[in-house]
């Protein structure tokens, strides 16, 4: 059975940094687009940023482009995601995502989710 954990969340002050990282067991990460993905309470789910592992591109929203940095560490199998200057508009579950994508941020090109991780900005 395919899992993505996630790994990394917690509270930080804004300003502050977290490292997400998301690994995967019975999938290898070279055949997939990895995504993550955040919703906040009272809103929609919104593509955050992905690594593209069939183009070897990388993709960032524009709310956290400049701030945020997507990697892979293909000896560990995992994606992370470095965000950086975490501000107000960043608390949320943040979620990995699997699947074989054309547009990277459209969730329902999605085949797998991990369970979430709370991220929280305190100001």
């Known amino acids: 059975e395919v899992q993505l954990v996630e790994t990394g969340g917690g509270s930080v002050q804004a300003g502050g940094s977290l490292r997400l990282s998301c690994a995967a067991s019975?999938?290898?990460?070279?055949?997939?687009?990895i995504a993550w993905f955040r919703q906040a309470p009272g809103k929609e789910r919104e593509a955050v940023s992905c690594?593209?592992?069939?183009?070897?591109?990388?993709y960032y929203s524009d709310s956290v482009k400049g701030r945020f940095t997507i990697s892979r560490n293909r000896a560990k199998n995992t994606v992370n995601l470095q965000m950086d200057r975490l501000h107000d508009e960043d608390p949320a579950i943040y979620y990995c995502a699997a699947g074989p994508v054309v547009y990277w941020a459209d969730d329902r090109a999605y085949a797998y989710w991990g369970q979430g991780i709370q991220v929280n900005v305190s100001s």
């Open positions: 690594f593209d592992n069939m183009d070897q591109e990388t």
């Open positions: 019975e999938l290898s990460f070279d055949d997939y687009a």
